[in-house]
């Protein structure tokens, strides 16, 4: 099975396949493309945290798409006040959906919400598994997960600042060894200006087994 990602920019993406698409974090202010909620048509919505570039328009989304919000507890439960669906999970929980289990990771990030945890996930979606660190440090049990729930992919947050720069991002690629890994959360504003090519060269040197795609803002790439 083949999966489409479509990276908006900076921590969101869809990713279509079996017939259904998925959207994280959908924060769409500033997009190249500007795609506003109109544009999209989306059945899931994946939300690793509340701030407000990753929680962006995701409640007023899933109503406009009847879409099921799958989310940490604290934030689930803001969405169903707010009259959202939402299935609620939390870091280490798994659960078998129609289309594929997902795990939640931790995150070391702030939650944006009191009581709340940020997150990351590994989505099996339709047969294509990936991992999506969400806004996070660099911690060494990253190094587990692959054995948790294999992916080939992993979606990691280079900008630095707030999460992850290019360098702890590397040691976190070789920690995961993903065979592709997909820079994300950088460059959206000035205090998280990266090179994505020199993470690129840097990953690549030290793991020779993984390669570095840079998919740019409103770009997309076939998973398989
Ligand atoms: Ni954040
Ligand atoms: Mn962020």
Redo the contacts with the bound molecule.
Sequence with gaps: MTATFKYIHHACFTVTAGGETLICDPFLDGNPEGITMKDLKVDYIFIT?A?G??LGCAYELAKQCHALIITTAEIAAQAQEKGCEAHAMHLGGTFRFPFGKVRVTPAF??S?IAGGHACGFIINFHGTAFYFAG?TALYSDMQLLRSLDPFRYALLPIGGN?TMDPHDAAKAACFLKAPVVIPIHYNTWPVITQDPAAFKKEVEAKMPETKVVIVQPGGTMEWD
Aim: aromatic residues 12%; hydrophobic residues 10%; negative net charge.
């Design positions: 945290h701030h570039d990753h990030h702030g944006g806004d707030f």
